[in-house]
T-cell receptor, first 114, second 115 residues
Framework: GENVEQHPSTLSVQEGDSAVIKCTYS??????FPWYKQELGKGPQLIID?????GEKKDQRIAVTLNKTAKHFSLHITETQPEDSAVYFC?????????????FGQGTELSVKP | DGGITQSPKYLFRKEGQNVTLSCEQNLNHDAMYWYRQDPGQGLRLIYYSQIVNDFQKGDIAEGYSVSREKKESFPLTVTSAQKNPTAFYLCASSIGASGKAGELFFGEGSRLTVL
C-alpha cells in the first residue's frame, strides 16, 4: 500500500521568510496530493491540492510542486506570517482506486517568529 | 452552518471500559472517516464508510468498531480491546462515494484519555 514520508518534523522561520515542506510517496499509481493545515485544537483543513496531471499549482502565498518521476511533492509558503504557524500534513491517494482513503505524512510543525 | 460535529471534545475513561465518540455531519456527504492522531505519527485511518450500512477497516481497526445506520452519523466505539486508546480522534467526511475522493472536511476532534 501507499506510504508517505514527510520532512522536516519541525520548522522554524522568521516572519517574511519562505518555508518548504517535502513529502515522498511510494505508490506510483497515486494521483492526488492534498495539503492540510491544522491549527491548535482544531481539525485539519485543506489548503491546496494537486493532481498528477500538473507539475505546479499556486494560490497566493502557497504553492505545491509535484515530481512524479521522483515521487515527491513539496509545499512552499512565501512571505510567512505568524498566522501560518500550525501543523501541516501532506497526503496521497489514487482518486478512483482507493475508495477515498488518504494516506497522510507524519506532519510538520511550522513556527513563524515575528 | 454546515459542518461536522464531534462530541465530546474531551473524554476520560477507565481501563476496561468501552467508550463511544459521536460524529454528525450536515453536509450531505456520502463518505465518512475516522482517523487517529498521535504525536509524530500523522493521521492514521481507523474505519471509513462510503455509504449507509457499509463500512471498511482502515489501517488500525483493531480494538475499534463503527456503525453507519444514518447518512449523517458515524459513531466510533473504542473498546477495551484497544491496547493504547489515549489519542486525539478526528472524524471527517467527503462528497465522494464509489471511490471518488476529494476534499476531506474534518471535525474539531475528540481527545480521549485513559486513566
Amino acid at each position: 500500500g501507499e506510504n508517505v514520508e514527510q520532512h522536516p518534523s519541525t520548522l522554524s522561520v522568521q516572519e517574511g521568510d519562505s518555508a518548504v515542506i517535502k513529502c515522498t510517496y511510494s505508490d506510483s499509481a497515486s494521483n492526488y496530493f492534498p495539503w492540510y493545515k491544522q491549527e491548535l485544537g482544531k481539525g485539519p483543513q485543506l489548503i491546496i491540492d494537486i493532481r498528477s496531471n500538473v507539475g505546479e499549482k499556486k494560490d497566493q502565498r502557497i504553492a505545491v510542486t509535484l515530481n512524479k518521476t521522483a515521487k515527491h511533492f513539496s509545499l512552499h509558503i512565501t512571505e510567512t506570517q505568524p498566522e501560518d504557524s500550525a501543523v501541516y500534513f501532506c497526503a496521497a491517494t489514487h482518486l478512483y482506486n482507493q475508495g477515498g482513503k488518504l494516506i497522510f505524512g507524519q506532519g510538520t510543525e511550522l513556527s513563524v517568529k515575528p | 452552518d454546515g459542518g461536522i460535529t464531534q462530541s465530546p471534545k474531551y473524554l476520560f475513561r477507565k481501563e476496561g471500559q468501552n467508550v463511544t465518540l459521536s460524529c454528525e455531519q450536515n453536509l450531505n456527504h456520502d463518505a465518512m472517516y475516522w482517523y487517529r492522531q498521535d504525536p509524530g505519527q500523522g493521521l492514521r485511518l481507523i474505519y471509513y464508510s462510503q455509504i449507509v450500512n457499509d463500512f471498511q477497516k482502515g489501517d488500525i481497526a483493531e480494538g475499534y468498531s463503527v456503525s453507519r445506520e444514518k447518512k449523517e452519523s458515524f459513531p466510533l466505539t473504542v473498546t477495551s480491546a484497544q491496547k493504547n486508546p489515549t489519542a486525539f480522534y478526528l472524524c471527517a467526511s467527503s462528497i465522494g462515494a464509489s471511490g471518488k475522493a476529494g476534499e476531506l472536511f474534518f471535525g474539531e476532534g475528540s481527545r480521549l484519555t485513559v486513566l
